[in-house]
């Protein structure tokens, strides 16, 4: 049974680390190019540093709990990545976050 949003928003929180590099990663393609670096990470949000980016990227509590319901699916191969990236600017930040918690949770 997949977790609540409010529970895995804490677990992320609790977890993820200013200077952690999350790996770049798709359902569709696995593993691939570089990673990102967690720059600093607030009750409300997580601010990325990435190599293709000129600025940091803040991104919203919110922004994960809209993509939370299709996360599963995506996974599964059942919702692709653009229909994610229609619903925020920050998927790609949200995926490898999300897989990363996802892998590294015993």
Known sequence: MQK???ETWGELQKRLKPGEFIPNWTAHK???GDAMKI???HQD??????PTAKTLQHVS??????????WPDYKALRVQRQEIRDLTRSSRY??????????NTP
């Open 4 to 6: 609540s949003f409010d």
């Open 30 to 32: 696995g593993y691939k």
């Open 39 to 41: 720059a600093q990470v």
């Open 45 to 50: 949000e997580v601010v990325v540093d990435s």
């Open 61 to 70: 509590r919110q922004e994960f709990e809209t993509i939370w319901p299709l």
């Open 94 to 103: 949200i995926i490898n976050i999300l897989h990363w918690l996802e892998s």
